[in-house]
């Protein structure tokens, strides 16, 4: 897979410092960039590695592991890439909540829209 865009990157980059800040300003947990895999299943295992997650400080391991983490973040941040399809695009944020994420943003930098998906919730875009 081609790396994404600089719009790509720039955007979530812009999202990841202040929603990093946020997070570590309140001690409400870790946030983690897309070099990190998140460990959901297993046999045959299911590694996925959103453009940006956050897991709540009580559901962290501890120590936090050298390898994939074996935990559902609480929430995921996919960015939609140039290349991307709408119906990969809905692939990718319906499966975070079938294995358990609380909350999935979804965010086209073309369109400069945010949506959120939440479990039993319509989804809530803002322009």
Known sequence: MAPPSA??????ARLFSRAGIYIEDNDLGEAFTSETGFLLAQDPDTVLAPDFAFIAKERLPEPLPDTYIPVVP??????????????RVNEKVALWPEFGAKIVWELDPRKRVLTVYRSGVEPRTWP
């Open 7 to 12: 719009k790509h990157g720039s955007t979530t």
């Open 74 to 87: 609480d929430l995921v941040l996919e960015t939609r890439s140039h290349s991307d399809t709408r119906r």
